[in-house]
């Protein structure tokens, strides 16, 4: 079945510090994929997606590239704020002609100190 | 756009009593939406999945009759825990799905109902 693989937190980084998270995933079909964040005690909010492979998903200075060839999805931004402190998960969308159940990683939670 | 709420946002309840979750799309019209559970510092376990009219599809381990799901429109649907017991306290969230360009599915979030059950 589907399942996604996200790097363990938790990844604790300095103001204006690079951020990777990787994230892998196995499917069958042509999955879209999609980053979200969850900030303490709310609920998530989507914060990119790209729907085929080569795509790219850009918010709020954070990308994703759709790497079909090695089934990954890593979230990048270049200079990390402490309002990005925040768990976040990568997630599937359902392949396979399932295309609405989401498939999610554990969660990474990232920490951003002044 | 694309603006799902949650009520309450949290609710404390004695044992053997129900409670009641409300999930709306507030913007667009969901044609499927979602109910989650998320323990502490864990992800989101899918409970199971709603359309309007029709009965909810539970996930694999999920008791139907005591997460009963009603989803009467296309911008509301209900969780109700019956007879609560404290090993329900969790934090409960529901997505509502809407259709978007070349058919691709994207799930919006509430933002979390916190349930706990004394």
């Known amino acids: 079945g589907d399942s996604v693989t996200q790097m363990e937190g938790p990844v604790t980084l300095s103001e204006e510090a690079f951020l990777t998270i990787n994230c892998t995933y196995t499917?069958?079909?042509?999955?879209?994929l999609f980053w979200y964040v969850q900030y303490p005690g709310e609920g998530l909010q989507l914060l990119l997606k790209a729907t085929k492979a080569d795509d790219k998903g850009s918010n709020k200075g954070f990308e994703a590239t759709y790497r079909k060839e090695t089934t990954s999805f890593h979230l990048e931004k270049g200079s990390v704020q402490v309002s990005d402190s925040a768990v976040y998960f990568c997630a599937l969308g359902g392949s396979g002609g399932s295309n609405y159940k989401l498939t999610f990683g554990k969660g990474t939670l990232l920490t951003v100190n002044p | 756009g694309a603006v799902v709420s949650q009520h309450p946002s949290w609710v404390i309840c004695k044992s053997g009593t129900s409670v009641k979750i409300e999930c709306r799309s507030l913007d667009f019209q969901a044609t499927t939406m979602f109910w989650y559970r998320q323990f502490p510092k864990q992800s989101l376990m899918l409970m199971a999945t709603s359309n309007e009219g029709s009965k909810a599809t539970y996930e694999q381990g999920v008791e139907k009759d005591k997460f009963l799901i009603n989803h009467a429109s296309l911008t509301l649907s209900t969780l109700t825990v019956t007879s609560a017991h404290p090993e329900d306290s969790s934090f409960y969230i529901c997505?509502?799905?809407?259709?978007?360009?070349?058919?691709?599915?994207?799930?919006?979030f509430g933002p979390g109902t916190r349930l706990t059950v004394l």
């Open positions: 499917a069958t079909g042509y999955p879209s």
């Open positions: 997505s509502a799905s809407a259709d978007g360009q070349s058919g691709v599915v994207t799930q919006y």
